[in-house]
């Protein structure tokens, strides 16, 4: 029902002098959807977010906001609301102040003012701390108020930057859940800044993976999980992270530690490949690989096994039953499925 | 008191040891009192002691051309100077030089430190320019003024008043003109003081905000008016009280580039008791008008004081 909040990126490139912070960045928001921006520190997210906001200009490309060219538009003039990393709160102001304020720039009828701001407070849960000062907050709280801020205007985009790295382990689970909740509830499209692989899996919708400032992979989680197209997604997605292993490919099977592995693709010939499975896909039963298990991390409900085959690391996860102690000697195998395949030159996947 | 209670309980050793520390904050104090000593009395020496015979003369006629006459007036002096029109001037003429030379420097100070920070380059050269006048001795400054800028036809002043058709002007003859002369001149000199200062604060706001506020459809002028001032409200305030005190306290430019005049035109409170004491060699009277002065101006820090501390 809500037609607003489509984001169009083409061709965006951005440079620092000599320094490319992005290269060739594309890619399509569809209205009402949660989209994540993920990648490690450097890699361009946190510049893509503010080239939407507007608050910097790419070098060349084009943002086109609900079919409309928005480029060369300053960020006053976007409709978009956003939260900072660090919250960007005013802080001579109080949290009623804060949340009134966007309202106030756009003229908003004071008498109206008043219900909307108590109605955001009361979405994110701080309606007692309206009259405290930013310094007076904790963190959660400080974030909520951000939050509050950005809700409060209703406008077509919801730019997130990192919003929780800056909360303690447990409230940002629990703020996790509320901002999905909340961005359901709005029905807003929501973008969304992370270095947090778990988090974009669990928040979005569809997610955009960025390293060294390209995109790598666009998708929902399920599909950039279950196919990484690249060794830099395989080993960033997925905690512990994929195994990679260099093996010898040949018509369909690997060879690794010596052992002979069906896989799922369909290639004539040999070559050198790195072979990628997940901790999660490896079996431990009667026949396969043999290896030492040289670490036992217990996790509660599960465990993960550091195994040494002819010298290289893989790690298992495995159930709380059965676990096997260190020292032990394991057969692994897995499903030919779940082998992914890459290209150790271009780093690419093989299909 | 704490230390003390826990030796009721503690072994022989601990009580050794806490007397051993008692002993020592003993001997580090007077040390401490040893090295404040000679500052303290220094400071007693040339602050409090003239300051209490400046209220002990003011009670007394003292007038070096009238030697018989002196003697214990009470409250003589200020009964003739509440009654004194001369003394009314000057107290007037030193609050319209205060106010003005304040708020222009505010001012000033204000708008080159915001222009500054959007300086691309150039800035470190900008600050040691701008801070030149303020390391010059005002007195130094007056008599630039005098001869350099506003003497007549060969000032550059002047010559730029010439030359934009206004025609040489008497620019420290006037009356009205000396005022807004010796304004300025103050302002010349010490507005970057408050460029300074004001330019440390802007650069310590964080830079989210302002990303923030753009976001929140903000203009530049709101931006300005609803965040950047109230941020910076402290540091005004403070730039308010320093400049304030020195403003009301001002003697050496005024001093030399117009001496009070023409007739008593520019003649601050300052200059008025200075010309009574050692012009008309009237001490005790003097004494009484640099009392005022004083009291006027503890009446306004404390007035300025608890605006600061408000809010």
């Given at each position: 029902m809500n037609a607003r909040g489509q984001v169009i990126f083409k061709d965006i490139w951005k440079k620092h002098g000599e320094f490319v912070a992005l290269k060739d960045v594309s890619f399509e928001i569809n209205p009402g959807e949660f989209f994540a921006l993920l990648g490690p520190s450097g890699s361009g997210k946190s510049t893509t977010l503010r080239i939407l906001a507007g608050l910097d200009a790419p070098t060349s490309g084009r943002v086109l906001i609900d079919g409309n060219d928005?480029?060369?538009?300053?960020a006053a003039d976007r409709d978009v609301a956003m939260v900072f990393q660090s919250y960007a709160l005013y802080p001579h102001m109080t949290v009623a102040e804060n949340i009134s304020f966007p309202l106030e720039m756009a003229k908003v009828p004071k008498s109206e003012i008043a219900a909307a701001v108590f109605d955001a407070a009361r979405k994110v849960k701080i309606e007692h701390l309206l009259d405290r000062r930013p310094g007076q907050l904790s963190g959660g709280q400080q974030q909520r108020c951000a939050l509050a801020r950005a809700i409060v205007r209703k406008a077509r985009l919801f730019l997130l930057d990192e919003p929780l790295s800056n909360l303690d382990a447990k409230l940002r689970l629990e703020t996790r859940v509320e901002l999905k909740k909340l961005q359901r509830s709005l029905d807003v499209t929501a973008v969304y800044v992370t270095h947090d692989q778990e988090e974009a899996m669990t928040l979005a919708d569809r997610m955009a993976v960025f390293m060294a400032g390209e995109i790598q992979q666009i998708g929902t989680p399920a599909e950039v999980f279950a196919k990484p197209n690249s060794i830099d997604i395989a080993g960033f997605i997925g905690n512990p992270p994929m195994n990679l292993v260099n093996a010898k490919y040949s018509d369909g099977d690997i060879i690794l530690g010596g052992q002979r592995f069906k896989t799922a693709v369909q290639i004539t010939g040999s070559r050198d490949v790195i072979a990628g499975i997940r901790p999660s896909a490896i079996r431990i039963g009667a026949d396969g690989l043999k290896s030492r298990v040289d670490l036992v991390e217990h996790l509660g409900d599960t465990a993960v096994l550091d195994l040494d085959i002819g010298g290289a690391l893989m790690r298992v996860r495995v159930g709380d039953e059965n676990v096997p102690k260190e020292g032990d000697t394991v057969s692994i195998s897995a499903r030919p499925q779940d082998f992914h395949l890459f290209d150790p030159e271009t780093r690419k996947r093989l299909v | 008191m704490l230390a003390g209670e826990n030796t009721m309980t503690a072994g022989p050793a601990e009580i050794a040891s806490s007397d051993f520390g008692r002993v020592l904050v003993q001997r580090e104090r007077r040390f401490a009192t040893l090295l404040l000593a000679p500052a303290f009395f220094a400071l007693l020496l040339t602050t409090t002691f003239p300051l209490l015979f400046l209220v002990y003369t003011s009670v007394y006629r003292i007038n070096l051309s009238m030697p018989f006459m002196n003697g214990f007036v009470g409250l003589e002096n200020y009964k003739v100077l509440l009654a004194d029109d001369r003394f009314w001037h000057s107290l007037i003429v030193s609050l319209v030089y205060t106010i003005s030379t304040v708020l222009l420097q505010i001012v000033i100070g204000l708008a080159l430190a915001l222009f500054v920070m959007n300086m691309k380059r150039g800035q470190g050269w900008f600050r040691i320019i701008a801070i030149l006048p303020v390391v010059l001795s005002p007195a130094v400054v007056g008599m630039i003024w005098r001869t350099f800028m506003l003497a007549p036809e060969f000032g550059i002043v002047d010559y730029l008043a010439i030359t934009a058709g206004l025609g040489s002007k008497n620019w420290l003859g006037d009356p009205s003109l000396a005022m807004v002369s010796v304004i300025v001149i103050h302002t010349w000199q010490w507005t970057p003081f408050a460029f300074m200062v004001l330019l440390a604060s802007l650069a310590s706001l964080p830079e989210d905000i302002y990303e923030a506020a753009r976001i929140d459809r903000a203009s530049a002028w709101q931006r300005f008016r609803r965040i950047t001032l109230p941020l910076l409200r402290p540091a005004i305030v403070m730039v308010i009280i320093m400049r304030t005190m020195v403003a009301l306290t001002a003697f050496a430019a005024i001093f030399t580039v117009t001496g009070g005049g023409p007739g008593t035109a520019t003649e601050i409170l300052n200059l008025y008791a200075y010309r009574k004491s050692f012009t008309e060699l009237s001490i005790g009277y003097g004494s009484a008008l640099a009392v005022a002065l004083l009291i006027v101006t503890i009446i306004i820090s404390a007035i300025l004081f608890a605006i600061r501390r408000s809010k």
């Amino acid at each position: 029902m809500n037609a607003r909040g489509q984001v169009i990126f083409k061709d965006i490139w951005k440079k620092h002098g000599e320094f490319v912070a992005l290269k060739d960045v594309s890619f399509e928001i569809n209205p009402g959807e949660f989209f994540a921006l993920l990648g490690p520190s450097g890699s361009g997210k946190s510049t893509t977010l503010r080239i939407l906001a507007g608050l910097d200009a790419p070098t060349s490309g084009r943002v086109l906001i609900d079919g409309n060219d928005v480029t060369g538009v300053d960020a006053a003039d976007r409709d978009v609301a956003m939260v900072f990393q660090s919250y960007a709160l005013y802080p001579h102001m109080t949290v009623a102040e804060n949340i009134s304020f966007p309202l106030e720039m756009a003229k908003v009828p004071k008498s109206e003012i008043a219900a909307a701001v108590f109605d955001a407070a009361r979405k994110v849960k701080i309606e007692h701390l309206l009259d405290r000062r930013p310094g007076q907050l904790s963190g959660g709280q400080q974030q909520r108020c951000a939050l509050a801020r950005a809700i409060v205007r209703k406008a077509r985009l919801f730019l997130l930057d990192e919003p929780l790295s800056n909360l303690d382990a447990k409230l940002r689970l629990e703020t996790r859940v509320e901002l999905k909740k909340l961005q359901r509830s709005l029905d807003v499209t929501a973008v969304y800044v992370t270095h947090d692989q778990e988090e974009a899996m669990t928040l979005a919708d569809r997610m955009a993976v960025f390293m060294a400032g390209e995109i790598q992979q666009i998708g929902t989680p399920a599909e950039v999980f279950a196919k990484p197209n690249s060794i830099d997604i395989a080993g960033f997605i997925g905690n512990p992270p994929m195994n990679l292993v260099n093996a010898k490919y040949s018509d369909g099977d690997i060879i690794l530690g010596g052992q002979r592995f069906k896989t799922a693709v369909q290639i004539t010939g040999s070559r050198d490949v790195i072979a990628g499975i997940r901790p999660s896909a490896i079996r431990i039963g009667a026949d396969g690989l043999k290896s030492r298990v040289d670490l036992v991390e217990h996790l509660g409900d599960t465990a993960v096994l550091d195994l040494d085959i002819g010298g290289a690391l893989m790690r298992v996860r495995v159930g709380d039953e059965n676990v096997p102690k260190e020292g032990d000697t394991v057969s692994i195998s897995a499903r030919p499925q779940d082998f992914h395949l890459f290209d150790p030159e271009t780093r690419k996947r093989l299909v | 008191m704490l230390a003390g209670e826990n030796t009721m309980t503690a072994g022989p050793a601990e009580i050794a040891s806490s007397d051993f520390g008692r002993v020592l904050v003993q001997r580090e104090r007077r040390f401490a009192t040893l090295l404040l000593a000679p500052a303290f009395f220094a400071l007693l020496l040339t602050t409090t002691f003239p300051l209490l015979f400046l209220v002990y003369t003011s009670v007394y006629r003292i007038n070096l051309s009238m030697p018989f006459m002196n003697g214990f007036v009470g409250l003589e002096n200020y009964k003739v100077l509440l009654a004194d029109d001369r003394f009314w001037h000057s107290l007037i003429v030193s609050l319209v030089y205060t106010i003005s030379t304040v708020l222009l420097q505010i001012v000033i100070g204000l708008a080159l430190a915001l222009f500054v920070m959007n300086m691309k380059r150039g800035q470190g050269w900008f600050r040691i320019i701008a801070i030149l006048p303020v390391v010059l001795s005002p007195a130094v400054v007056g008599m630039i003024w005098r001869t350099f800028m506003l003497a007549p036809e060969f000032g550059i002043v002047d010559y730029l008043a010439i030359t934009a058709g206004l025609g040489s002007k008497n620019w420290l003859g006037d009356p009205s003109l000396a005022m807004v002369s010796v304004i300025v001149i103050h302002t010349w000199q010490w507005t970057p003081f408050a460029f300074m200062v004001l330019l440390a604060s802007l650069a310590s706001l964080p830079e989210d905000i302002y990303e923030a506020a753009r976001i929140d459809r903000a203009s530049a002028w709101q931006r300005f008016r609803r965040i950047t001032l109230p941020l910076l409200r402290p540091a005004i305030v403070m730039v308010i009280i320093m400049r304030t005190m020195v403003a009301l306290t001002a003697f050496a430019a005024i001093f030399t580039v117009t001496g009070g005049g023409p007739g008593t035109a520019t003649e601050i409170l300052n200059l008025y008791a200075y010309r009574k004491s050692f012009t008309e060699l009237s001490i005790g009277y003097g004494s009484a008008l640099a009392v005022a002065l004083l009291i006027v101006t503890i009446i306004i820090s404390a007035i300025l004081f608890a605006i600061r501390r408000s809010k």
